[in-house]
Structures are given as structure tokens and as C-alpha cells.
């Protein structure tokens, strides 16, 4: 997969200041997903709901987690611009992503099919409560911002893991370092047209020889 390589962050910044600034998106992300998610947890002991609504979200608050953590390691290694450990750093992103995107499909699947085995299940979950908030929470659809938001945060995050794969593989290889050095090359040497066109000579003349 050499293909998903890139020598700039959005095509004009340092793969080092992509690494750590897409961490950091990650790590703000991660964090509030990851404390919404527990959150939630915690209302399902007053508020019961079903058993695989429940599990979507404990497996969202856990990839959350173990991503904001990830990511806290991959800002200071981008902070330090060890590519060493970017490179591992991309290697856990790489094998974390699919955890994400699993957990987003699991979440829209207990939005869009609602667990129908309890007719009072809003009841139930409501527990006497008419706090529009825990309304929202316990209502299965597309209308509720609460059961919309996770989808939304996984989404963001999925998205935002593939990039700082590329970015941080890219650095973590070195490939701008080589990109660097063939711009320097070049315009210390001249354009490739410019060697072509005026090729060195295999052994040139030393500066102070005399002329005949």
C-alpha cells in the first residue's frame, strides 16, 4: 500500500506538524467521545435500555479510551519528531482504525433497527423522568441528538485515524526527509533540463591551471 503515502500535510505543511496537530484532533475527539460514551453507561442505571443498545455504547466508550490514549503517545512523539516511534505510533493507528469504523457500525445498526422486544421500552427507560435529555436518550431515532452524536463522533474519528495513518507512516518512513534532499539537490546542482543540457565534465579543468 505505497500508495497512500504523501510528502506534505494538506499539501503545504511539514508531515511532523500533521502528526502531532491530527493527534490532537484525535485526542480532543477521542476524549469526548470516550467521556460521553461512560457517561451514558452511568444514566443506564437509572435509565435502563437494552441489553445490545447498552453494549454498543461500553464498546464505544472502550475504543474511545484506548484511542485517546494512543493518540497522547503519538502527540509527543510528533511534538519530538522521533520518527522511531511515529512509526509505531502509525502501526497501532493502522490496526486500531478497523476497531473504530466496527463500533461506528454497530452504533448506526442499534439506531436504525431499534430492539422491538420490549414494547415499553421508552417506559421503562424514562423511568418517570421528563427531562428532555433522557427523553432523547431513550427515544431510538434519527431525530435524537443524543443517539446521533456517538455516530457522529465515530465517524469523525474514523476519518481523522485514516489520515494520520498516511501522515504518520509518510514521516515515520521518512519520506519527507527524501523529498528535502532532492530539493536541495536540485537547486544546488540545477534543474534535471539544466544537467542535461550543460553536463559536467568527467574531469574538469583545476581552477588555477594555465591556459594555452
Not at 496537530?21 to 480532543?28: K, V
Not at 515515520?172 to 546542482?189: P, Q, T, V, W
Request: charged share 15%; hydrophobic share 50%; glycine share 8%.
Amino acid at each position: 500500500m505505497a500508495f497512500f503515502r504523501c510528502r506534505a500535510f494538506i499539501g503545504c505543511m511539514a508531515l511532523r506538524t500533521g502528526v502531532w496537530l491530527l493527534a490532537l484532533i484525535s485526542m480532543l475527539v477521542s476524549g469526548a467521545g470516550s467521556a460521553g460514551s461512560w457517561l451514558e453507561v452511568y444514566w443506564t442505571t437509572h435509565h435502563p435500555i437494552a441489553l445490545r443498545d447498552k453494549a454498543a455504547i461500553i464498546i464505544q466508550g472502550g475504543v474511545m479510551s484506548f484511542l485517546f490514549l494512543m493518540t497522547f503517545l503519538g502527540f509527543i512523539a510528533g511534538l519530538k519528531g522521533a520518527r522511531g516511534a511515529v512509526y509505531i505510533y502509525a502501526k497501532f493507528v493502522f490496526i486500531h482504525t478497523p476497531f473504530i469504523i466496527l463500533a461506528l457500525a454497530f452504533m448506526l445498526y442499534t439506531v436504525l433497527r431499534p430492539d422491538s422486544s420490549n414494547p415499553n421500552a421508552v417506559e421503562d427507560c424514562l423511568n418517570g423522568s421528563k427531562n428532555p435529555i433522557f427523553v432523547e436518550f431513550c427515544n431510538h431515532n434519527l431525530t435524537s441528538t443524543v443517539r446521533i452524536l456517538p455516530v457522529v463522533v465515530l465517524g469523525v474519528a474514523a476519518l481523522v485515524q485514516f489520515y494520520a495513518w498516511i501522515v504518520s507512516i509518510s514521516f515515520g518512513e521518512g519520506i519527507d526527509m527524501d523529498a528535502a534532499d532532492r530539493f536541495s539537490s536540485r537547486k544546488y546542482h540545477g534543474s534535471d533540463s539544466d544537467l542535461e543540457s550543460n553536463p559536467l565534465p568527467l574531469h574538469p579543468e583545476p581552477p588555477f591551471s594555465l591556459r594555452r
